[in-house]
């Protein structure tokens, strides 16, 4: 059983960056993928970004393409979401997430077995 907690979240202004943590307990971290989603108010969680065990291949969603980046240390169980620019609609509470590694990186959220409670992101003009 793995447990996560994000922290890092916070009000900001548009522009500026952030960087979340999704820190890893109870388990082994390395085997596991990770996964950033969001979801902002009155909408559905999306997926946002993930990263594999090794942390060799990554992918980040089109719309943050550019301004987001993800990235681990198996060394502390942490997994981080660098965001840049942020902009108003980023507004939203980003959980982590982690599943078995496999071949094909995970973007959906039935592909998670365990999830955080979540961090607050509010992006204001």
């Known amino acids: 059983q793995v447990q996560l907690v994000e922290s890092g979240g916070g009000l900001v202004q548009a522009g500026a960056s952030l960087r979340l943590s999704c820190a890893a307990s109870g388990g082994t971290f390395s085997p596991y993928d990770m996964g950033w989603f969001r979801q902002a108010p009155g909408k559905e969680r999306e997926f946002v970004a993930t990263?594999?065990?090794?942390?060799?291949?990554?992918y980040v969603k089109d719309p943050v393409k550019g301004r987001f980046t993800i990235s681990r240390d198996n060394a502390k169980n942490t997994v981080y979401l660098q965001m840049n620019s942020l902009k108003l609609e980023d507004t939203a509470v980003y959980y982590c997430?982690?599943?078995?590694?496999?071949?094909?990186?995970?973007?959906?959220?039935?592909?998670?077995?365990?999830w955080g409670q979540g961090t607050q992101v509010t992006v204001s003009s």
């Open positions: 990263i594999t065990w090794s942390g060799g291949r990554t």
């Open positions: 997430a982690a599943r078995r590694t496999m071949t094909l990186l995970a973007t959906s959220q039935d592909e998670y077995d365990y």
